[in-house]
């Protein structure tokens, strides 16, 4: 189980072949519902899952980004994923939202549809949460109400807003060129999440040095975050189309940061 390569392949059969519980992290999106073309290659969640938590380290997180097919109303096929999950052996630690500021899908009967999922899937308790940290509209010292008594009386308190607080769980994201990404070769690809996304999580639930995966990393933006995070990583992929995209993706990082 070589680490910092991309392997060309079926995921499931790959993994078989990894070492079990030495995943710290993985950061996915599976190609859910056959809503894009993917030179012909499909998936199925639950050996998919299955696989994914025999090689999850114990206290490991999985993060599982995916939507429903919106044809005369909602599939719910992402809340079908999250069943899988857990009968996999999986615990749903989150579900989270990954909103997209600037979405074009409109719907004529109905608001615009612009989130997809991302389940927090985890080996028992997480063992690494870095939390996110956002500032404050207001801060310092000021007098707040206390629950009333018996004798029903407001009794106040001096409280301290803190200055920064942990970020909510919908995390909002620009997609399209200079959103998701400046890689325009990524765009070869029918889906790609952007990489602000999977940076974000890579530095929620591991640390630098731990290993994280992507079993259908497509143009390789989780391992190219993991990279620039100074983590180890590994990708895998059906089509070799798309591992050579991945592969060139990795190369403008490396040289950005002095590797090669």
């Known amino acids: 189980m070589k680490t910092n390569r991309f392997y060309v392949g079926d995921a499931v059969s790959v993994m078989d072949s990894f070492v079990p519980n030495s995943i710290s992290l993985t950061v996915t999106s599976p190609p859910y519902e056959d809503l894009r073309r993917y030179n012909g290659y499909s998936f199925n969640a639950k050996s998919m899952l299955k696989a994914l938590f025999q090689v ?3 206290g490991g997180v ?11 109303g909602r599939s719910l096929e992402s ?3 999250a069943f899988i999950g857990r009968e996999c052996g999986f615990v749903i630690h989150d579900v989270m939202i990954y909103q997209k500021k600037n979405t074009p899908f409109m719907r004529s009967n109905a608001y615009t549809n612009c989130y997809e999922l991302m389940l927090i899937f985890s080996k028992g308790k997480p063992t690494v949460f870095n939390p996110i940290k956002v500032s404050t509209k207001r801060n310092g010292w000021e007098t707040a109400v206390t629950n009333k008594g018996p004798e029903a009386i ?6 301290e807003l803190k200055k920064e607080k942990t970020k909510t769980n919908i995390w909002a994201y620009a997609v399209g060129l200079g959103g998701t990404t400046k890689d325009k070769i990524a765009f070869q690809h029918p889906a790609i999440f952007p990489e602000k996304l999977a940076e ?3 530095l929620s639930w591991s640390n630098p040095g731990d290993l994280v995966l992507d079993p259908m990393c497509g143009s390789g933006t989780t391992c190219k975050m993991a990279e620039k995070n100074n983590r180890k990583w590994i990708g895998i992929d059906i089509s070799e189309e798309y591992i050579n995209i991945a592969r060139k993706r ?3 990082i490396k040289q950005n940061v002095g590797l090669l």
Not at 63 to 71: C, L
């Open 56 to 58: 999850t380290r114990r």
């Open 62 to 72: 999985c993060v599982w980004i995916v939507g429903d097919r919106i044809n005369g």
């Open 79 to 81: 809340y079908h994923h």
């Open 154 to 159: 407001n009794y106040k308190r001096p409280v």
């Open 200 to 202: 974000d999580h890579i």
């Open 250 to 252: 990795m190369n403008i």
